[in-house]
């Protein structure tokens, strides 16, 4: 590479490694007041209680990938690929809003008629009705939010997305929905509090997009017929992308309910959620690594890709694999955090492990097909996966029960994740593997080693707490005797800003 090409590499890895070191400090806030929140619900409400409202939360899942129709990843597009006419730019923001807002509006109207249906065929409690209703008006709140953090990720301003998605929306489901449980209003005054959050949380983003946004807000003008053939070509086949995403991640949720019980759904949700910590990493380099890989591909800067590829996929990978063995070795005592009745799902908790493991040792292999014309093939991809963790999970859940369901997806989980990293290096000869992955592999090995020593001597909170910091010693530590690469320096550089961690870690280099 020639000088001007290695300062415009670290300009995007640095860029990826800001917004995904932003990410981290607000999420580590966000999971920390979220997990506060969980005890309060699961601890109060019980299995069954908690499964109604985790029950709604999915189900509302679903229903914004079609009050969205894909306006949210459209904006991770085009904005970036559009950063030099605003005009253009605020064609497609305008698109996007206006289409979220009409469409949320209607399903809305729809879930809130069809609730007595919806509760009939899945988990049939009276509860569970009034619950669709109330929290139904949250839709159009919560599809409006996310557009405007895609917005915000778009312009790669992390600090604005950690502003809403991270540090407001968690403190204000502390305080509304949390606080309704504890002063006694139970389930429905739960989903009471879901509504006034996501109206809240809206208004936040909102007013952070009217006073720094860039594309003109306020004066769209109308956009041509190409404009609309070209933003609609995008983001209805990432509707049914996102629809497929959905069925094999979330379609156990719903088939657990629809087969077994709302305490059922509880326990597996606990677990699930508690599963899905682990891909906290590769979440935060996802947040600005769409729009970069965007302008890079299209930029025809194909070795730069590559090499930021490799980095973050390493630098996921590596973040993730301690945790995953500590949730591997301790599942019981984690679960048993949530309450007694929840420990249940530590052979589900265990599955979902080895699935996420997989999900962050391909990194952001599903967004760069995305990012590089390929959004029929990832279409493809996620109806094909969607429709086989249907079947299997409909096989096997009536064969093993919650077992079945965790079996289902995280199989179909992990298939789908190893096909996109091969599908990657096909169509556009990108390929993310060398040697330097052994070396999380060994550091890795070590802190099984310490970690199971632990469990030995003791259980329960004092295992989760000692173990897990031995574990992280020793895992920390065989890194750093392995030494480091020099773009991981730069990627952790911008992760953790420390002049003193740096001078450190350049000299195992």
Request: aromatic share 12%; proline share 3%.
């Amino acid at each position: 590479m020639s000088d001007e090409e290695d300062a415009d590499s670290e300009s995007s890895l640095g860029s990826v490694s800001k917004g995904a070191g932003l990410f981290l400090g607000g999420d580590g806030f966000s999971r920390a007041v979220g997990l506060v929140t969980n005890l309060i619900l699961t601890r109060t409400l019980g299995t069954s209680l908690y499964g109604i409202f985790s029950y709604t939360t999915t189900l509302f899942s679903l229903f914004m990938v079609f009050t969205r129709l894909g306006g949210n990843k459209s904006m991770l597009r085009f904005l970036p690929e559009y950063e030099d006419d605003t005009r253009t730019q605020s064609v497609m923001l305008g698109l996007a809003y206006g289409t979220s807002i009409v469409a949320s509006v209607l399903v809305t109207a729809v879930v809130f008629y069809l609730a007595p249906f919806i509760s009939s065929v899945t988990l049939d409690d009276p509860l569970f009705v009034d619950v669709l209703r109330v929290a139904s008006f949250v839709l159009p709140f919560n599809t409006l939010a996310n557009v405007t953090t895609s917005v915000f990720k778009s312009m790669e301003k992390m600090e604005y997305d950690v502003v809403v998605s991270s540090v407001a929306r968690p403190i204000l489901r502390l305080v509304f929905v949390g606080g309704a449980v504890l002063l006694g209003y139970s389930v429905v005054g739960a989903a009471a509090g879901f509504v006034v959050m996501g109206a809240l949380t809206f208004g936040v983003g909102l007013a952070i997009l009217i006073r720094r946004s860039p594309f003109g807000v306020g004066t769209v003008r109308r956009p041509s017929t190409p404009e609309l053939k070209e933003y609609y070509n995008y983001s209805l086949p990432l509707t049914f992308n996102q629809l497929g995403g959905f069925l094999y991640n979330r379609t156990d949720i719903l088939m657990v309910g629809f087969f077994l019980s709302s305490s059922a759904v509880g326990i597996y949700n606990v677990s699930v959620t508690v599963a899905t910590i682990l891909s906290l990493p590769l979440v935060a380099f996802n947040q600005l690594f769409p729009p970069i890989a965007s302008r890079l591909y299209h930029n025809d800067e194909l070795d730069e890709l590559e090499d930021l590829y490799g980095t973050v996929t390493r630098w996921i990978f590596t973040l993730s694999l301690c945790p995953a063995i500590a949730a591997l070795l301790y599942s019981g005592d984690v679960l048993a955090v949530f309450g007694e009745g929840f420990t249940r799902g530590s052979v589900v908790l265990s599955l979902f492990v080895f699935s996420q493991v997989t999900n962050c040792f391909v990194g952001p292999s599903g967004y760069l097909l995305m990012m590089s014309d390929h959004q029929y093939l990832t279409l493809v991809n996620q109806l094909a996966s969607g429709v086989l963790n249907a079947v299997l999970n409909y096989v096997l859940i009536l064969e093993f029960g919650l077992i079945g369901a965790a079996i289902a997806t995280s199989a179909v989980l992990a298939g789908i994740n190893v096909l996109r990293i091969v599908e990657v290096w096909y169509l556009e000869g990108l390929l993310p593997y060398d040697r330097t992955f052994l070396k999380p592999v060994a550091a890795g090995a070590v802190a099984a080693g310490v970690m199971y020593a632990v469990s030995l001597l003791l259980d329960q909170y004092a295992l989760l707490v000692v173990g897990g910091a031995a574990g992280a010693v020793a895992y920390a530590a065989v890194l750093y005797l392995l030494g480091f690469e020099q773009e991981e320096l730069d990627l952790l550089a911008g992760v953790v800003p420390s002049e003193r961690l740096s001078r450190l870690l350049t000299d195992r280099s």
